[in-house]
Nanobody, 126 residues
Framework: QVQLVESGGGSVQAGGSLRLSCAAS????????MGWFRQAPSNEREGLAA????????YYADSVQGRLAVSRDNAKNTVYLQVNRLKPEDTAVYYC??????WGGGCGLTVDFTSWGQGTQVNVSS
């Protein structure tokens, strides 16, 4: 079981930016699909972005394309989510997830992620 710890959330005004971090307890360079999701109160969980750690291939939800950027630092076993031009509707708990895979075809927003972090709260005020 991979332990994931998110950080970087907080309160920010609309138009601002945040960089969220997800630290993993394993060597992610061996091949993981790392995903970012969010869930707002009364909403379903929403997939945002994913990255295959071996190649840095990325996958994004159409709804956030252009405002988000996912990246990874394999040396630090950490994945990042840069969120720009924040809007009040971006307010949610943001979660990191992981799935072991050695090929890029096993990565994306709809794969069965097996490990989840506790989440970090993002509040965007207008």
């Amino acid at each position: 079981q991979v332990q994931l710890v998110e950080s970087g959330g907080g309160s920010v005004q609309a138009g601002g930016s945040l960089r969220l971090s997800c630290a993993a307890s394993v060597d992610i360079s061996s091949g993981y699909c790392m995903g970012w999701f969010r869930q707002a109160p009364s909403n379903e969980r929403e997939g945002l972005a994913a990255i295959f750690t071996r190649t840095a291939d990325t996958y994004y939800a159409d709804s956030v394309q252009g405002r988000l950027a996912v990246s990874r630092d394999n040396a630090k076993n950490t994945v990042y989510l840069q969120v720009n031009r924040l809007k009040p509707e971006d307010t949610a708990v943001y979660y990191c997830a992981a799935r072991r895979t050695v090929w890029g075809g096993g990565c994306g927003l709809t794969v069965d992620f097996t490990s989840w972090g506790q989440g970090t709260q993002v509040n965007v005020s207008s």
